[in-house]
């Protein structure tokens, strides 16, 4: 099974980061930005797992290509890229709860 995952992840690699990188930075901008608005936690809460899943995808790639030995600039800049999300979406949770609980 994780082999087949591997082979995947190697084969499409440009048709998963040519997803990956977009959905990544539209949905943790999403996320940022309705944490901004001060919209209700739900719609944040939802932002971020759509946001985190996509984020956690980007590490799983990188890893993949870590197991076969690809050791490059992009691998570390993709890596960056969705652990940064990563964290901005989890912060976000933080935020939003502590802004829920502050004004309530």
Do not use: D, E, K
Request: hydrophobic share 60%.
């Amino acid at each position: 099974m994780i082999n087949t995952l591997i082979i995947f992840s190697s084969t499409y690699c440009i048709s998963i980061c040519a997803f990956l990188i977009p959905a990544n930075l539209i949905a943790t901008s999403s996320t940022i930005i309705l944490t901004l608005l001060g919209r209700p936690a739900i719609q944040i809460l939802q932002s971020v797992g759509i946001a985190s899943f996509f984020a956690l995808l980007m590490i799983l790639h990188v890893f993949a290509w870590f197991v076969i030995g690809v050791v490059m600039a992009p691998t570390y800049i993709l890596l960056g890229l969705g652990s940064i999300c990563l964290l901005v979406n989890l912060r976000a949770i933080f935020s939003s709860r502590s802004f829920a609980i502050a004004h309530s």
